[in-house]
Nanobody, 120 residues
Framework: QVQLVESGGGLAQPGGSLRLSCAAS????????MGWYRQAPGNQRDVVAS???????NYADSVKGRFTISRDNGKNTVYLQMNSLKPEDTTVYYC??????????????WGQGTQVTISS
């Protein structure tokens, strides 16, 4: 089993910044892609950003140029630096990792979610 612990959410003003972190622990063999999603009440969970093992990134159009995803493979941690925050960024953010075991089987794990609120 792999556990994900998120931190860094909270309240920020429009135009401000927040940094989310998600640390994976447990029976880790190999973590492949890592990512961040967000989900507003009543809506589906949408990808915000993702990063591969070798650092290739993808972003939702709504956050390009404002958010930066990064990872520390030694710490099994993924980060989301959020700048120029807007009220519409307000929602719950979830981290996501794809774990591969020694047999090559992959499983998706989710963090518990962290609330981000952008308000003046």
């Amino acid at each position: 089993q792999v556990q994900l612990v998120e931190s860094g959410g909270g309240l920020a003003q429009p135009g401000g910044s927040l940094r989310l972190s998600c640390a994976a622990s447990g029976s880790i063999f190999r973590i492949n892609a890592m990512g961040w999603y967000r989900q507003a009440p009543g809506n589906q969970r949408d990808v915000v950003a993702s990063i591969t093992t070798d650092g290739r990134t993808n972003y939702a159009d709504s956050v390009k140029g404002r958010f930066t995803i990064s990872r520390d493979n030694g710490k099994n941690t993924v980060y989301l630096q959020m700048n120029s925050l807007k009220p519409e960024d307000t929602t719950v953010y979830y981290c996501n990792v794809i774990h591969e075991n020694r047999y090559g089987n992959r499983q998706v794990y989710w963090g518990q979610g962290t609330q981000v609120t952008i308000s003046s």
